[in-house]
């Protein structure tokens, strides 16, 4: 009880008077508050990515394409395929049939907004079906195109992303010319962005024959992938897999996921040794100006522990002033900041939005308090173990 | 020079200060290291790419064919020199995760086009003669183990053999970087075998490379080729290699650059921490300052004496970690194959030099000129 009533005091002690060692302590918080800021941000980065490619996924929504393809662009099925997935046992019915969509999924060079220069637009040629498969799906601008004419709509995210898609506009690609008739929002879904037209007419105009690349299905049940998959891989007629749009999306992230997050986390923990380096200094430093007073109180009987604890709780204060700092900065930066990136494994741009989440901002303060402490320890053990009398006549 | 002992001196005064801010001025150029290289590995070398290499994709999307029959037309065309073509296989080794670009490609035009892939004359003369064989850059090999005579089995996600079995590639070469950072995780093998044996697509083909005579011409043989064959069925869009790299570069967007904004205000933030550690170092030492003043020392040798010791610490730290990251980019991509370009350009190694002088400078400059102007008995009066 004594021990912890004297680590209180000193610490009260040495934390009111950090505003006397204002300029050394404003470089601890400073160096720290940088690498979180650099930490958060970096994951927000791979955490909108993520968010973008598999949120609003349904988990009663599954994919077909051929077996031994890692993505719908290097996928083909040709109708009479598509036919016999839509008929396999297990999908959920609606007035029209099987809820199931068979898509075309191409690509189209589009300008960027922010570059101004061809960016790999991803075009999805869908069947009616596709909007009873996402039900999320809205429009929220316009109408939705009319089976047998040129005309797309396009995803809120893509709309932003890339020029000259507002409604009533054309756009050219080729020889072939679209009528921008409508925006469709899906809860963030990646679908948003993308941009859609009736897959008879993508076909005509990509010489795609009558060929398609996936069929998107709603399973009755959401435990009746297996049984689907068992009824497909059962028909030798057909040689393609089944995976959870999900589970398809995950994959999907994976590379460029990857690279963010090892440069995330390598830059960050190098930064992260080099602040540590920091507050030791910092520390260091606020042991030394107050030797005198540090030898005085061992003189008066507080014990080597309080005097340890309460360095240590100096620099974990400075580090989470840091934390606080550096999280609130990139928060209010980065958070919500939309920008398009070309996602590697499908070679087509996915816009998304940086996403500071709460966890991240408890994970920087995490790392906020651990450089702290790191940054504490040879300080206060140099301090509990200074002979007093040597120190009392120090300067 | 003969004060360097008491500079040194000066360094080894409070041991544990020096080491550490030595330490995180280390960190600091090790991350500006990796940082450079970093912005070489998004920009996808775009400074390596060829001044005389034009690529034609086709018009709507990279991802549609062209026709065969264009390389005559191409070859024909005023200012054209020389021409080949590539198609993209997109194989899969083992497991999906092993990812690595495979192009069918006419070898014999392909390696005049392209004479930074190196390699011996005896392992081209092999592949020329060998319809399934391959050539392969040194890092892929070293990737996998592979060595010249492997069989090498790719799966195909786009082209299917008649019968859905593997493709089987022999590897006849490795070839090596004929300039730093060229791109030595690539895969090529013959067209014909592709061509020959899939089951659809046949006698198309996924761009051309087209070499003009004089790089000067470039956006006019350009825009003849894309007259050449405009209101065609396969309408086409040629641009330098450059333009076209940067272009495909630039799809990766803001990621890279806020990256390096990122990166860049914390290595400032670093680097602030430091410079204001070594200054209060000097600060601590009015009073010694004071004396050697007082011993007949000049206010500019104070001041050369104090500049040195902290260029000296910025010197020794700064250019440990510019080593350091130079070391760890010799040993090329950090992350298996997806950055090819990583490797650390000489013009970035200067630039960090410069910048390890220059924070020895700022750091040292103010309290030099303070130490310069003390008057000594104020200083030696003055405590801490």
Known sequence: MQALSQILAITAVNVRSIPQRLASSLVAIVGIAGVVVVFVAVLSIAQGFRAAMTTAGDPRTAIVMRAGTDSELSSILMRENTQLVK???????????????????????????????DANVPLRGVE???????????????????????????????????????????VRWGENVWTVVGIFEADGAISESEIWCDAKVLQGAYRRGDSFQSVYVQLEREEGLEAFKAALAADPRLNVMAQRETDYLADQSVVLQTIIRTVGFVIAGLMGIGAVFGAINTMYNAVASRTREIATLRALGFGALSIVSSVMAESAVLALLGGVAGGLLAW?????????TMNFQSFSQVAFAFRVTPTLLVQGLVCALVMGLLGGILPAIRAARMPITTALREL | MKFFHLVWRGLLRRKLRTLFTALSIFIAFLLFGALMALRVAFGMGVDLAGQDRLVMIQKV?????????????????????????????????????????????????????YPEYVLPDAQKQAWFGNRTGAVVGRALADRFGWKVGDRVPLKGTIWRTADDAPWTFTIDGIYEAGTKGTDTTQFFFHYAYLNETRTFGKDLTGWYVVRVADPAQSEDVAARLDALFANSSSETKTSTEKAFVQAFAKQIGDIGSILMAILGAVLFTILLVAANTMAQAVRERTNELAIMKTLGFGDGQLLGLVLMESVLLAVLGGGAGLLMAWLITQRGD??????????????????????ILALGIAAGLLPAWQAGRLRIVDALRRQG
């Open chain 1, 87 to 117: 008929d396999a046992p297990g999908l959920a019915q609606g007035p029209d049939g099987p809820v199931a969509s068979a898509e075309l999924f191409v690509i189209v060079n589009h300008p960027k907004r922010s570059t101004n220069s």
């Open chain 1, 128 to 170: 009616p079906g596709a909007f009873a498969v996402r039900p999320r799906l809205k429009i929220v601008e316009g109408r939705k195109f009319e089976p047998g004419r040129n005309e797309i709509i396009v995803g809120r995210a893509a709309a932003g992303q890339f020029t000259g898609l507002e409604v009533g506009r054309d």
């Open chain 1, 332 to 340: 209010g930066v980065f958070d919500g900041y939309r920008t398009s």
């Open chain 2, 61 to 113: 999307s990279f991802i549609q064919p062209l026709p065969l029959g264009y390389l005559n037309r191409i070859a024909a065309t005023d200012g054209v020199s020389a021409v080949t073509h590539s198609s993209w296989f997109g194989g899969v080794y083992q497991d999906p995760k092993n990812f690595f670009a495979q192009f069918a490609v006419d070898p014999e035009s392909w390696l005049a086009m």
């Open chain 2, 334 to 355: 950090p992350t298996g194959g997806l950055l090819p370009a990583f490797f650390l350009p000489t013009r970035d190694l200067v630039l960090g030099i410069v910048l």
